[in-house]
């Protein structure tokens, strides 16, 4: 049977025949939509990010991490371009409305537009950060793009170069659709829809979190913004600007990363499921059927005994594999804290992964944990998609919230405790270190990386280690001072661990590369690929020596020093 092993990030319909999905698990497949099946798959090499039809139908335009975009034939999936000029992810690419052109939004910064062969025929340059999304002006050969740079650009294929600037007050902006009358819609990390017209600029609030999303029925004058506050909202663009329609909260297996309208009031939805999941707006229902759930890894604990926890997509918390508890949805990382083991993820909600009781609600998804003790008490960070860290004090067989730190601006992606500090790095490649004793912020660096930065892990005495987008390993001294030291990761870095004396470090990557560094000898001692899969988490097992690594194919794998 054909199904996704790992999230779905990535949707498009086309009409009511065909629905085609881009997974985590590197696979594109292309659906009847009329029954549910599976009717072809392909491959990239790496993540699948998004995927769009062409307007006839005929074919089906592909983005990912291994650094291209692809053209395929519909239903089949018979593989026909490949678009390779990318020097990072792609996370978008679009047709023309009415041309053979295609263009691309890359994390290298750059805007690109190819003929239907493959073949370059512009590069543009500007933005100062990843480019997260792009569309066409669908009444002039021209471009708008959106970018973690907090601006919106205008490019024009006549001129070669860029025609105009939006700022967006320094804000994130992720998603950006286009109207047939030149009104662009764009959805920031506030969740705000700005909308641009020829005369005037409009913001409307729209969700208490981060929009991830804007969809545009243009017919029908529909537009759908998708937030991580876990609810989805349908508007009437109509009039220019959007009035509210619908709102719904989301099942809790779908992705607030991607829609699409599909045939009649349907749309389709990403989840984080082996399929995908539909809603009808006339009739404000979801789909009942089930989605199978995947089996990727997500966070892994290693415990006395040699045994190893782990948790993943589909929020399924098991002990060498076998199920102990279920938290219901995505989750992210396992941190001990007393007689509970913290995880939490997509939901906002803190879990007990020894059983699946909820401790606490939080307005956002949660990315990571760390444990410390302070004044005899035992607390927990743990980072939010907000930018803030949730200070949880153990209290018996539960958690009290006591406040909310403001560690960064942008998603937490990663917190770590060594002496008397506390550190995280942020979606922003900044990092912030935190006085435990006073829980007083010291300093946020904001520019600590060059591109994303996605883990961080103590090494004692006040020392850190941190990892990101730009293949660095990063050595923190407590004066704040780090040691930038190259990798042999080809792909991003997505995870680090440290031994018990912090000599020894561990790194992972999306493209299921391991890689430790020996600080004392000051070299990389062992270099392994035990998977084609993305790393996603990394845990020292003091009892064994050694480190254990969970990936997103499902499995645990170990790395000696």
């Known amino acids: 049977m054909i199904q996704h092993r790992g999230p779905i990030s990535g949707i498009a319909a086309w009409r009511d025949a065909y629905v085609a999905t881009a997974g985590y698990d590197n696979q594109v497949i292309c659906w009847d939509q009329r029954t549910g099946r599976a009717v072809a798959r392909a491959f990239h090499d790496h993540l699948a990010n998004q995927c769009q039809f062409s307007p006839d139908g005929k074919h089906l335009l592909t983005s990912s991490s291994d650094y291209t975009a692809r053209l395929w034939t519909v239903p089949d999936l018979r593989l026909v371009a490949v678009f390779a000029d990318q020097e990072d992810d792609v996370e978008m690419s679009v047709f023309h409305p009415s041309k053979e052109l295609i263009a691309t939004a890359s994390r290298d910064h750059r805007v690109r537009v190819y003929d239907i062969t493959g073949r370059l025929l512009h590069r543009f340059e500007g933005h100062t950060a990843d480019v997260i999304s792009v569309e066409w002006v669908r009444t002039a050969d021209e471009l708008i793009s959106s970018s973690d740079d907090g601006t919106i ?78 609810t989805m909202r349908l508007w009437d663009v109509s009039s220019g600007t959007p009035e509210p329609l619908d709102t719904t909260a989301l099942p809790d297996d779908v992705w607030p990363r991607s829609c699409a309208f599909a045939g009649g009031t349907r749309l389709v939805f990403a989840t984080f499921g082996a399929t995908y999941r539909g809603y009808d707006y006339q009739t404000r229902s979801w789909d009942t059927a089930v989605v199978p759930p995947t089996g990727g890894v997500n966070a892994v604990l290693p415990q006395g005994g040699g045994t190893t926890l782990t948790v993943g997509d589909a929020g399924v918390v098991r002990r060498d594999g076998e199920p102990v508890a279920e938290t219901g949805s995505l989750c992210n990382f396992l941190t001990p804290l007393g007689g509970l083991v913290l995880s939490g993820g997509q939901l906002g909600k803190v879990f007990d992964a020894l059983t699946g009781r909820e401790l606490y609600q939080h307005r956002s998804p949660l990315n990571c944990g760390v444990a410390f003790e302070r004044d005899g008490d035992r607390y927990a960070v743990v980072g939010a998609y907000t930018g803030e860290g949730l200070l949880l004090r153990l209290a018996g067989d539960t958690v009290e919230h006591v406040t909310d730190l403001p560690l960064h601006v942008n998603a937490v992606k990663s917190v770590a405790v060594s002496g008397d500090l506390l550190f995280s790095v942020a979606a922003d490649a900044s990092a912030t270190w935190y006085d435990i004793s006073g829980l007083q912020k010291i300093a946020t660096v904001e520019d600590a990386h060059d591109k994303i930065a996605n883990g961080c892990a103590g090494l004692g005495d006040g020392w850190f280690a941190s990892v990101s987008r730009d293949l660095r390993l990063r050595i923190w001294s407590p004066d704040r001072t780090a040691q930038v030291l190259p990798t042999p990761h080809t792909h991003s870095i997505k995870c680090v661990a440290a031994d018990s004396d912090g000599r020894l470090i561990a790194t992972g990557s999306y493209n299921g590369r391991l890689a430790v560094y020996d600080r004392v000898d000051g070299r990389w001692t062992t270099i392994d690929r035990p998977t084609t899969a993305g790393i996603s988490s990394l845990a020292y097992d003091a009892a064994r020596k050694l480190f254990v690594a969970g990936a997103y194919d499902g499995q645990v794998y170990t790395i000696a020093g």
């Open 153 to 230: 650009k205008r490019w024009s294929l006549q001129t070669g170069g860029l025609v105009a600037d939006l700022d967006m007050d320094g804000v994130e902006t992720d998603t950006v659709a286009i109207s047939s009358s030149g009104t662009v819609f764009a959805g920031n990390d506030e969740g705000r829809i700005i909308v641009v017209g020829p005369d005037e600029r409009r913001t409307v609030p729209a969700h208490d979190a981060g929009i991830k999303r804007l969809v545009l029925d243009d017919a029908r004058h529909l537009l759908v913004s998708l937030s991580y506050d876990r």
